[in-house]
């Protein structure tokens, strides 16, 4: 044998023994059977339409985001615009997110133009008309869609984060529709999304927050009558979570009410780790332990040393979750208890760990997909993938005789290495992705008939049958190359811009065209050059 093509033949065994390897050797030993089986079912990994599984169509409420930056622009001018020597009657936020600065002082009107530049950089202002003089503040065009677009973007990263912690297997998290902030989720093998669905929607908004009247009102009326009818500057009245009872125990009925600190002094972004641990004050149940940075620890401790023997309220999404006494100086852990049981506390920690939503979601649509629909459609697309490569064998052999067999090698090697790729890689199989492999298979048959017809016109323009197969691919090659590059830069378009299916049918597209360029050159010349060393020099090449 031609020491070159020995060489070749043994790359090619190798390429066939690690994709081998890559499709029935993991996880297990392929000791049966039944094992091989297994681990193929493990390794090609299936999406939603094959597998089944849970469709979600959310939509982020962006406008919550939006009136959020405005509250933050009233809170930070209402503590600033003093400080500047400017007085007025009041400032507020409006139902569409206008901020209005009502009666500024005459002798600050003027410092008020000149420092809302660069208090509130994002808002124009323009006087107000009427009886009450003042300004009127509305978020610029781009500010505003760039807090929307940041708002989405951080909904897609703790979306994510929350479902990778779940460990379903390849879940489908992108952004749906043009223009209308919609996500789509695609959970497959996830036949009750009950749990998925509470993880996707807990808010996850920590803050930790001094309480300033430590009495439990027993409705907002009772906690507005104990102030005289307005709550004291800088404070906010927040519902506390009804205590879950010990065994034992019974609800106390009716809602729970206490007055706030405004302003927290640590919020969910402070957060480093969240984890659980049994509970040693409430047996059975199970507390949330949580670590800060090192910079939120810095204000932390001071603030705990400070306020030693008051109530410090942990607030999970606006409601009190517990409000435990602050007995020393605390540096950079806490914990809630909440009396949670183990699956809902560790919930609760994977949302702290996830961070919290910018904005609510909402939910437009929810499918659930039955497995029995995936064993079809892969009954199916199996049957069709396999009837198409029977016809095609049948047509390359009785076409082109003996070298239709070099054909059906090379296409066959070429589905192997399709799959084995796609175990390696970990992509998702879906439907359109089987009609990518039909499509490989279709033009690795015409890569195989390119080659062969040009060795035919070499061989009837009288060339010795060595010169006759070496001319025929070098002359195909270049065809071969531009179809198959122009095939891919296409696909690649559709991986990029496509979501869910089309993807699938693009991953499936490129890899297997990129095998099939070596397959159909490389494999199928080594073969080539096998059987004409072993051929007599005067033979013919069936062809």
């Known amino acids: ?20 390897y890559g499709l029935i050797g993991m996880p297990n030993a392929p000791t049966s059977w039944e094992n091989v089986k297994s681990n193929l079912a493990l390794r090609i990994k299936l999406g939603l339409d ?25 809170d930070r001018l209402g503590e600033e615009l003093p400080k500047q020597n400017i007085t007025f009657q009041e400032i507020r936020k409006l139902p569409d997110n206008r901020i209005e600065i009502r009666n500024v002082g005459g002798e600050g009107a003027g410092a008020f133009r000149d420092r809302i530049a660069e208090l509130a950089p994002d808002w124009d202002y323009a006087p107000t008309t009427g009886e009450i003089s003042g300004y009127m503040l509305t978020l610029k065009g ?56 509470a993880v996707i929607r807990a808010g996850g908004q920590l803050e930790l927050r001094l309480v300033a009247k430590e009495t439990l009102f027993t409705s907002q009326a009772e906690a507005l009558g104990a102030s005289g009818g307005i709550l004291p500057a800088g404070t906010e009245l927040v519902r506390a979570k009804p205590a879950r009872p010990a065994p034992g125990e019974t609800q106390v009925p009716g809602e729970r009410w206490m007055l706030l600190e405004r302003r927290p002094v640590v919020v969910g972004t402070d957060l480093r780790s969240a984890n659980t641990s049994p509970s040693t004050k409430y047996p059975g149940f199970y507390d949330v332990l949580f670590n800060i940075s090192t910079t939120a620890a810095q204000r932390f401790g001071p603030f705990t040393e400070q306020n030693i023997g008051k109530q410090l309220a942990i607030v999970l999404d606006k409601r009190i979750e517990s409000s435990p006494v602050i007995n020393g100086r605390i540096e950079d852990s806490g914990m809630i208890e909440g009396r949670f049981g183990q699956e809902e506390a560790k919930d609760l920690a994977l949302i702290l760990r996830a961070g919290a939503l910018p904005a609510s979601i909402k939910y437009l649509e929810e499918r659930t997909i039955g497995p029995s629909l995936g064993a079809d459609s892969i009954r199916q697309g199996v049957q069709a993938s396999l009837a198409s490569l029977v016809l095609v064998m049948i047509f390359m052999v009785i076409y082109y005789r003996l070298s239709g067999v070099n054909a059906v090698l090379a296409l066959i090697l070429n589905l192997i290495i399709l799959m084995a790729a796609l175990a390696w890689f970990g992509a998702v199989l879906t439907l359109p992705g089987i009609a ?18 040009r060795i035919r016109e070499e061989l009837r323009a009288g060339k010795a049958t060595v010169s006759a197969v070496e001319a025929g691919f070098d002359r195909a090659f270049l065809t071969i190359l531009d179809t198959h590059v122009t095939t891919v830069v296409s696909a690649l378009f559709l991986f990029v811009f496509g979501t869910g299916p089309v993807r699938g049918f693009a991953v499936t597209l490129v890899i297997g065209l990129i095998s099939n360029l ?13 059987h004409l060393g072993r051929m007599p020099r005067q033979a013919e090449l069936s062809i």
């Open 142 to 197: 781009a500010a505003l869609n760039a807090i929307r677009q940041r708002t989405m973007q951080q909904s897609l990263e703790t979306i994510d984060r929350r479902i990778d912690a779940l460990g379903l297997t390849e879940p489908t998290i992108a952004e749906h529709g043009r223009g209308d902030w919609e996500i789509l989720v695609q959970l497959p093998g996830e036949g009750d999304p009950t749990r998925a669905k």
């Open 436 to 453: 990518g492999v039909i499509l490989t298979i279709g033009m690795g048959v015409d890569s195989n008939v390119l080659v062969f017809e």
């Open 518 to 530: 070596f397959t159909a050159i490389y494999v199928s010349k080594t073969i080539f050059g096998w």
């Open 1 to 20: 044998m031609n020491p070159n093509v020995k060489w070749k033949a043994l790359f090619i065994v190798g390429v066939i023994l690690l994709c081998a």
């Open 50 to 74: 094959l597998q089944g599984g849970t469709h979600l169509i959310l939509q982020v409420q962006v406008a919550e985001a939006v009136g959020l930056y405005a509250d933050g622009t009233v």
